[in-house]
Nanobody
């Protein structure tokens, strides 16, 4: 059974940094695509960064390019989202998501539909 649990959200000032963690179980990073998404109040969910080691693909949204990066720790089965130079418009609930690499690779556009989701963690950026 795949389980995802985000942590690390909180309140940060504009220009600051924050690192989110996603503890996973039932996921092997070589066989699953994994990514970070967010949903701001009144807005649609947005895919930020998704990676799939199976085919080497990486998706990075323009809104976070040069500011957000994704990394994984195989020993801890954890995925991280490093967020730098945060802006008030980054305020949202951030979600970790995963899907089998096969299913993810068969869909278009990338970093959109995923089968497994965490419950989210709130990030608030003050101006």
């Amino acid at each position: 059974e795949v389980q995802l649990a985000e942590s690390g959200g909180g309140l940060v000032q504009a220009g600051g940094s924050l690192r989110l963690s996603c503890a996973t179980s039932g996921v092997t990073f070589d066989d699953y695509a994994i990514g970070w998404f967010r949903q701001a109040p009144g807005k649609e969910r947005e895919g930020l960064i998704c990676i799939s080691r199976s085919d080497g693909s990486t998706y990075l949204a323009d809104s976070v390019k040069d500011r957000f990066t994704i990394s994984t720790d195989n020993f801890k089965n954890t995925v991280y989202l490093q967020m730098n130079n945060l802006k008030p418009e980054d305020t949202a609930v951030y979600y970790c998501a995963a899907d089998t690499a096969l299913a993810y690779g068969s869909r278009w556009p990338p970093c959109d539909v995923m089968n497994y989701w965490g419950k989210g963690t709130l990030v608030t950026v003050s101006s």
